[in-house]
């Protein structure tokens, strides 16, 4: 191949040996597939929050259960709601003896479960985030390993060492190294950043169940007489 159109990443790939083409798509899939996370979950995450964020502006302006309405929505704070509004409804309907310090405890776990379940859900794939991130680099230097030995392999045959002969190996080896980087510095920033954002929703949610619990803490109270 000639010196010019040696040196274009189409050319290196298609020269490229069969083990460092497969490590080159390798790292493109992973990258194509982190990004896809990366988007889906920004997406997913944005709108969470504000649907989060117009939940809690109605239960704030709420004096009573009743003011707040029902928990419609797929948003983390409408299950949240849901699953304190079905034990309290277990809890306190039909019955004329309550133990209240019975349901306050029930409340407290089920609003916990509820917070765990949407945390989990919604930090689903980011361990294909973190497993790219860590893992990319080092399969991109096994392709540098691998174009260096191709590389000296063909100085031993040729008896040559002029860079004509070494320079398509350790270009491979370089180009599967930038492309192990490229795979892995966008899944790292994209899940510290998922990460960030999660934790952030989680603190809400945990204010959100302490004032809901006092809310129904309250309820409770009235209820006991």
Known sequence: MTPAAGMSPLALFLEADIVVKLVMLGLLAASVWSWAIILERSRLLARLRREV??????FWNARTLDDIGGGRGDHPAAALFRAGMDE???????RRVIDREGVRARLASVMA???DRSVSDLSDRLNVLAT???VAPFVGLFGTVWGIMRAFI???QTQNTSLAVVAPGIAEALFATAIGLFAAIPAVIGYNRLLHVISRLEDRLLAFSAAFHAMLSRELDQEGG
């Open 53 to 58: 964020a117009q939940f809690e502006a109605r």
């Open 88 to 94: 309290w409804k277990a809890s306190t309907d039909g």
């Open 113 to 115: 479960a509820s917070i």
């Open 132 to 134: 790219i991130g860590a």
């Open 154 to 156: 063909a100085i031993g």
